[in-house]
């Protein structure tokens, strides 16, 4: 029998991205039908499902019409914004029409996870307030930094520094 009559030798793939999908985001469904049968596929009609098993819902179609020659092919793309229940494993199916007869020619599982914890941060120092800097400073080569003529002591000077500590370079607690 003609392979335009019982859908013979017609193979498909289908696989989706991510396989564990945030609820509210994107999913890409790539998929590909191939005749390897005896005669030409005229008007195939094609669909990608999105379907709940569990609760035997359809949640989406995608269907398509495409004449495939005689070994010829057919590769595409959908994307599926997420909707459903939390921790369900939703299947992807690719099938096509055949001489009255739906064949399922290929399908592919994901879970639907939670949303990704938005943290919404901002930053901002009022007026009056106050700042605490932690500030290191290296001593010149001969130990210490070219102390100005302002009184203002430097990292590295070994002069008292009136608090009872040496800036000697080293930290104090």
């Known amino acids: ?37 005896n005669s030409a596929l005229a008007n195939l009609p094609l669909k990608i499902s999105v379907i709940d098993p569990v609760a035997q819902k359809v949640m989406a179609e995608y269907p398509t019409t495409q004449t495939l020659a005689m070994g010829g092919s057919y590769t595409a793309a959908n994307s599926w914004t997420s909707t459903g229940t939390l921790g369900t494993n939703y299947v992807a199916v690719l099938s096509a029409v055949v001489g009255g007869k739906t064949l399922t020619l290929a399908q592919d599982t994901f879970t639907l996870i939670p949303p990704p914890i938005k943290f919404d ?53």
Do not use: F, W
């Open 121 to 173: 941060i901002s930053q901002s120092i009022p007026t009056g307030s106050r700042v605490l800097v932690l500030l290191s400073c290296m001593p010149t080569e001969n130990g210490n930094n070219a102390r100005s003529g302002n009184n203002v002591q430097y990292c590295g000077d070994n002069a008292d520094n009136h608090d009872g500590h040496q800036n000697d370079g080293v930290p104090h607690p």
């Open 1 to 37: 029998q003609s392979s335009a009559l019982t859908g013979s030798g017609l193979t498909g793939t289908i696989s989706v991205s991510p396989k564990q999908l945030p609820l509210g985001t994107t999913i890409a469904m790539l998929y590909s039908a191939r005749n390897l049968g």
